[in-house]
């Protein structure tokens, strides 16, 4: 089953090794190092560096249109038939929505606000960056659906980092990591 795990930093080499993923997306402030795992191969790694901001602010590089379409051609290229992991500092906001994104992409039958429900039954502390999810909502032709559904599930409980968990590409319910 393809499936897409969530994860922080601190958590992407056991992430990677018990999941067997073949691919990496890193969604992160430039600057932060990230050590790849060696079963990635470099190809196999996507890295996003921007800082997890709703609104352009000086001195930091606020999430944009061109980081969801290198998102969508990386997740595109994605045969699904082993996992991907995206993780970001905390695992809660940026690598939420990527994971979001990446659902809404692939799978553009999948009705958005059932994917986010399956993202809050998840985590609690998902709190989806709201801006990638608009840049997404309008690049996919979603109509606003994307961006209805993660306001209709809200913040996320206050955390210092996520739990990891995973979407499954095709099934309706939560899976575990």
Do not use: Y
């Not at 992160?28 to 997890?52: A, K, M, Q, W, Y």
């Not at 379409?69 to 995206?86: G, M, N, Q, T, Y």
């Not at 692939?106 to 958005?112: G, H, I, Q, T």
């Not at 709190?127 to 109509?143: H, M, Q, S, V, W």
């Amino acid at each position: 089953m393809p499936r897409v795990h969530v994860c922080s930093l601190q958590r992407i080499g056991p992430t990677v090794a018990q999941t067997g993923a073949s691919h990496l997306v890193t969604l992160i402030n430039v600057g932060t190092p990230v050590e790849r795992p060696g079963s990635i191969p470099e190809d196999r790694h996507l890295f996003l560096g921007f800082n997890d901001i709703l609104e352009p602010t000086e001195g930091m590089i606020a999430p944009a249109e061109e980081h969801v379409l290198a998102l969508l051609d990386f997740v595109e290229r994605w045969k699904a038939d082993k996992p991907i992991v995206v993780h970001c500092f905390a695992g809660i906001s940026r690598s939420t929505a990527a994971a979001f994104i990446t659902v809404c992409a692939l799978r553009p039958e999948r009705d958005e606000a059932d994917i986010a429900a399956r993202i809050r039954a998840s985590s609690p502390s998902a709190t989806p960056n709201l801006r990638l999810i608009g840049f997404a909502d309008e690049i996919l032709g979603r109509r606003g659906r994307m961006v209805r559904a993660v306001e209709a599930i809200g913040r996320g409980r206050d955390a210092f980092e996520g739990h990891p968990f995973a979407l499954d590409l095709d099934e309706r319910s939560p899976a575990a990591p």
